[in-house]
């Protein structure tokens, strides 16, 4: 299983990213995804996940309606949309998949909002 982050950089307040995640390994249409991020100083917290056909996604309370998880499973790739950006959505970004039993994470991608 490999995932592979991408899409991450410094965005001004108020701007968008969309981040991507590239999985190989597995049977990716077969599995529910997450995206993660982390903070400096502070713990890794969940933002949302989606189900394995697209169908049905999850979001912590905090996103507000500005974060959107979507995937395109022809082409193996899970992605995270980003809007009204703010200084305190600065992280690293992770996404990440159950499969077996054990739990896959990708390297990260840094997101860092500053003017």
């Known amino acids: 299983v490999q995932l592979a982050e991408s899409g991450g950089g410094l965005v001004q307040p108020g701007g968008s990213l969309r981040l991507s995640c590239a999985a190989s390994?597995?049977?990716?249409?077969?599995?529910?995804m997450s995206w993660f991020r982390q903070a400096p100083g502070k713990e890794r917290e969940l933002i949302g996940a989606?189900?394995?056909?697209?169908?049905?996604?999850h979001y912590a309370d905090f996103v507000q309606g500005r974060f959107i998880i979507s995937r395109d499973n022809a082409k193996n790739t899970m992605y995270l949309q980003i809007n009204s950006l703010k200084p305190d959505d600065t992280a690293v970004y992770y996404c990440?998949?159950?499969?077996?039993?054990?739990?896959?994470w990708g390297q990260g991608t840094q997101v860092t909002v500053s003017s």
């Open positions: 989606i189900a394995s056909n697209g169908g049905g996604t």
């Open positions: 390994g597995f049977s990716f249409s077969n599995y529910a």
């Open positions: 990440t998949v159950g499969v077996e039993n054990r739990r896959f």
